[in-house]
């Protein structure tokens, strides 16, 4: 489990001035690739070794808003890895406080760069092995 803050941007606001919702996967997004650099397996890593990690979904849950210039700490973790599918989940929320600002998980999966899948356990074990003991923090 890894924590990342990210400041809202006057232009990721709309016309009420609260947070567009589009922008939250994106912070999934940035928090996911904080978090694979600081475990030592970040995306320029995984993809000069041949690793690629598109997404297959994405569920949020928005619980309270954001505004312009707001602090949001966004907790990653690993919920569930299976060898070829990882399951990341998301907590946001705001600082100082800690108001619950949304709840999401992402589901990905790895291939190599011609599509097909990879068994992070036989092709990638010290990733795979990362990963489990994540699993279970």
């Excluded at 890894?2 to 609260?18: A, R």
């Excluded at 919702?21 to 000069?48: C, P, Q, T």
């Amino acid at each position: 489990m890894t924590n990342y803050i990210h400041k809202v941007q006057y232009y990721e606001t709309d016309k009420m001035g609260v947070t567009h919702h589009s922008n939250y996967v994106r912070w999934m997004e940035e928090a996911r690739v904080n978090f694979l650099d600081k475990i030592g397996f970040g995306y320029r890593k995984l993809e000069e070794d041949g690793i690629i990690s598109p997404v297959l979904a994405v569920d949020c849950e928005f619980k309270s808003p954001t505004v312009f210039d707001d602090d949001v700490e966004i907790e990653v973790r690993v919920e569930e890895f299976r060898g070829v599918r990882l399951t990341i989940g998301y907590t946001m929320r705001k600082l100082p406080g800690g108001e619950l600002v949304l709840t999401g998980k992402t589901r990905h999966c790895f291939v190599d760069p011609n599509g097909r899948p990879i068994i992070l356990d036989h092709s990638f074990p010290d990733f795979a092995q990362k990963l489990k003991e994540l699993q279970k923090q």
